[in-house]
């Protein structure tokens, strides 16, 4: 399934399919003002499809567009869309984290943490702990201080349950 899903997207990201998927994308989060469940649906497979193209990429170069659109979608009311958008941007990371903190992404993964579901406070830690693994200190430094993450962290080792705690402790 693996090798599947990673020759798809390299297919598609060299295909130009990126280009009218990010054009659909931006006119569905534009119109979104409406509750449209269809419309909501494409967002979450959307936003599924471009987690996926940023996981099964080795080139920066070919999801550099998806950035914005994830720094977005990552501020979504949608617990599905929230999810998936945080592991695009963790597969970001991955990428070029110095991308990604300027984005600002960043400072919303970190407030994520205090979200009411764990399953989203663990893909935003998750995120945040491929900055502080694969960052330089400065990297690291600005995702620690300037973006309060530390703070949240002692949050989630003391406050929430097992499962956010045990990727903390990681």
Not at 37 to 48: D, F, M, P, V
Request: proline letters at 2%; glycine letters at 2%; aromatic letters at 6%.
């Amino acid at each position: 399934k693996q090798w599947y899903q990673r020759r798809v997207a390299i297919t598609a990201g060299h295909a130009g399919a990126l280009a009218p998927l990010l054009r659909l994308l931006d006119s569905l989060c534009e119109s979104t003002k409406s509750n449209n469940t269809s419309e909501q649906s494409l967002i979450k497979t959307a936003t599924w499809l471009l987690s996926n193209l940023c996981q099964y990429t080795d080139s920066f170069e070919i999801v550099k567009e998806c950035l914005p659109r994830l720094a977005k979608l990552i501020k979504s009311n949608n617990e599905a869309v929230l999810r998936d958008a945080c592991w695009g941007v963790m597969y970001m990371c991955k990428l070029s984290i110095q991308e990604v903190l300027d984005s600002g992404a960043c400072d919303t993964l970190v407030k994520l943490l205090m979200h009411s579901s764990d399953d989203v406070t663990c893909v935003a830690l998750e995120a945040l702990l491929a900055i502080f693994t694969n960052g330089n200190l400065e990297q690291k430094k600005y995702a620690a201080i300037t973006c309060r993450a530390l703070p949240r962290l002692r949050f989630l080792l003391h406050n929430k349950k097992e499962k956010s705690t045990d990727s903390t402790l990681r």
